[in-house]
């Protein structure tokens, strides 16, 4: 009886556990479902600003992530490129030590010293070595100033992405409804100014007479 009543308390508990899970879940969709953009735009504009105000601050931090993951890109990029110089240098010594082994044997075949066959051959392979490596290292040239030219131009999207986010700050939070205010202003003032001159003109036909 003992061990049938553990059985059930553990089953409890988990049976509670799940439960409790279940209902986090679904309370969480709920909250994340809950913005309903019909119902938002029935509440009056004053009530909204600080909807607008959250919508602005994300679209800032919207244009900050795209600019950090441009600075990101930029920093492989440049990774890149450093490699692709090293592998450049690398090759370029190759090309430099073989020169000279190639000069040395050659000096050592006009002297007519050595064994002729043996010469030849061994001026045809460094020879041969030669050409290799200078076509391993144009084609690494090549990524390489490829990679430069993508850096050059990630670099100007990201002035372009700096400046925009700067622009972006300094307009703030766009207010559509003070500008309805403002043109609403006017109208009165306008009709002042006529009211005015309307006066103006019975005055002087008053003097007049």
Not at 40 to 63: G, H, N
Not at 64 to 71: N, R, T, V, Y
Not at 100 to 122: F, S, T, Y
Request: charge should be negative; proline fraction near 2%.
């Amino acid at each position: 009886m003992k061990i049938f009543g553990h059985i059930s308390l553990i089953f409890l508990l988990a049976f509670s556990l799940l439960t409790g899970c279940e209902a986090t879940r679904s309370f969480t969709s709920s909250i994340s479902g809950s913005s309903d953009e019909n119902l938002l735009a029935q509440v009056p504009a004053e009530e909204r600003e600080e909807v607008k105000k959250a919508e602005f601050d994300l679209q800032v931090a919207q244009e900050k992530m795209s600019l950090a993951e441009m600075k990101t890109e930029l920093a492989s990029l440049q990774k890149k490129y450093a490699d692709y110089e090293e592998d450049a240098a690398d090759e370029y010594q190759k090309k430099a030590e073989v020169s000279v082994e190639l000069a040395k044997l050659e000096a050592i075949d006009r002297a007519g010293l050595g064994e002729k066959q043996a010469n030849i051959e061994d001026i045809a392979d460094l020879k041969a070595e030669q050409l290799k490596i200078e076509a391993n290292k144009i084609k690494i040239e090549a990524k390489r100033d490829t990679t430069g030219e993508k850096i050059n131009d990630l670099r100007k999207q990201i002035e372009e992405q700096e400046t925009k986010i700067i622009n972006l700050e300094a307009a703030g939070v766009p207010e559509p409804e003070k500008a309805d205010v403002m043109m609403t202003d006017e109208k009165p003032a306008e009709k002042g100014v006529s009211e005015s001159a309307t006066e103006k003109g019975a005055g002087e036909q008053e003097g007049q007479q």
